[in-house]
C-alpha cells in the first residue's frame, strides 16, 4: 500500500515546489495535487477575487509540468488531485475542466471535485456528466466526495451531499461510468450528527471507492488533524478497506495539522504526517484478509 499527502497546506508556508520535494524526502510515495489556490473564493460576498497564482494565469500547465518534474526528481509521482470549490459558484465550475487538465499534465489518474452539499445525485449528475467526456480525453477520473452542512442550532454536522451511504452509493450509480468513482473522506464520515461511520460508508462503496481523504478528528467537528492523534478508531475502518480489497493510495488530508508550523521547522511536521501514514499501512498489512 502507498501513501500520499495533499500539498496544499505545505504549499502555505513554502510554496509548491518546496512542497512536491519535502513530501518526497519524508518518505512519502506520492503528493496529492491541491489546487485551491486556482481560486481565490470570497466565502463572505460569493465571489472570486483577484488571483496571481500561476494555477490561475495562462501559464497553469506549465506550473503544472514543473511541479511534476519536481516530483519524478524525488522519486515520487502525483496520485490525485483536489479542485476548487465550492462548486455552486458558477465561476469556480469555469475553472473545473482547468483542474482536471492539470491533474492530466501532473500525471495524477484522479480528480476530486465537490458535488454541490445541497443537490441531489440526479442535480450534481448534471455537473459530472458534463466534464466526464473532457477527463476521459485526458485518461482521469472523478471522484466525488461525501460532503456535510453544518447544524448551528444542534452544534452538529448535517446531511449533505453523499453524506450517507445511500446518496453517495446513489451519486455514484445514477451516473454508472467506470471513470467517476468515490472518494472517501474518513473524518466527514465521523463528525458527530454524520449519521453514519467510515466503516459503514466503506462497506456500502465497496468497489466504487477509488480514493481517501485521511485524517483525524474529535468525532464531532471537521478537524483534519494527523491520524492516531485524536478520537478517530483507525483499526476497524482498515478492517474494513482489507475486506473490500481496497487498493488505491492511502492519502492524508490533515491540512489543519500544520497551522501552527513555520517555514523553519515544517519538514518535523511532514515527517510526523509520514510517519502516521505508515504507521496505517502497517496496521492494514498485518490484517489477515
Known amino acids: 500500500m502507498k501513501i500520499s499527502t495533499e500539498i496544499g497546506s505545505i504549499a502555505k508556508i513554502i510554496g509548491e515546489e518546496r512542497a512536491v520535494e519535502y513530501v518526497a524526502k519524508a518518505g512519502f510515495d ?8 486556482m481560486c481565490r473564493y470570497d ?6 477575487l483577484k488571483n496571481h497564482h500561476p494555477l490561475a494565469s495562462d501559464n497553469y500547465l506549465a506550473f503544472a509540468r514543473k511541479l511534476k518534474q519536481i516530483g519524478l526528481d524525488n522519486g515520487i509521482c502525483c496520485n490525485q488531485s483536489h479542485a476548487p ?3 455552486y459558484c458558477k465561476e469556480i465550475r469555469s475553472y473545473l475542466k482547468r483542474a482536471i487538465e492539470c491533474t492530466a499534465e501532473a500525471g495524477g489518474k484522479i480528480c476530486v471535485i465537490h458535488p454541490d452539499n445541497n443537490k441531489s445525485p440526479q442535480e450534481n449528475a448534471e455537473m459530472y456528466l458534463e466534464l466526464l467526456p473532457f477527463a ?8 466525488t466526495e461525501n460532503m456535510w452542512n453544518w447544524n448551528k442550532e444542534l452544534d452538529q454536522s448535517s446531511f449533505a451531499a453523499c453524506a450517507t451511504p445511500s446518496s453517495f452509493c ?3 450509480d445514477v451516473i454508472n461510468d467506470d471513470f ?8 466527514h464520515a465521523e463528525m458527530r450528527g454524520s449519521d453514519t461511520t467510515a466503516v459503514e460508508m466503506i462497506k456500502a462503496l465497496g468497489p466504487r471507492l477509488k480514493a481517501l481523504h485521511i485524517h483525524d478528528n474529535d468525532r464531532w467537528h471537521d478537524s483534519h488533524q494527523i491520524p492516531f492523534s485524536m478520537n478517530i478508531d483507525f483499526l476497524p475502518i482498515l478492517k474494513a478497506l482489507k475486506a473490500i480489497g481496497y487498493d488505491g493510495y492511502f492519502t492524508l488530508e490533515a491540512d489543519k495539522y500544520l497551522n501552527d ?5 515544517v519538514f518535523d511536521g ?14 492494514f498489512n498485518d490484517i489477515k484478509g
Open 30 to 37: 506520492a503528493w496529492d495535487f491541491s489546487m485551491f489556490a
Open 43 to 48: 466565502w463572505a460576498t460569493k465571489s472570486l
Open 85 to 87: 470549490f465550492p462548486t
Open 136 to 143: 476521459k480525453q485526458h485518461n482521469v477520473k472523478i471522484a
Open 170 to 172: 446513489e451519486h455514484i
Open 180 to 187: 467517476f468513482v468515490a472518494c472517501l473522506d474518513i473524518g
Open 261 to 265: 508550523f513555520t517555514a523553519d521547522n
Open 270 to 283: 511532514i515527517n510526523n504526517m509520514a510517519n502516521s501514514a505508515k504507521k496505517l499501512v502497517e496496521i
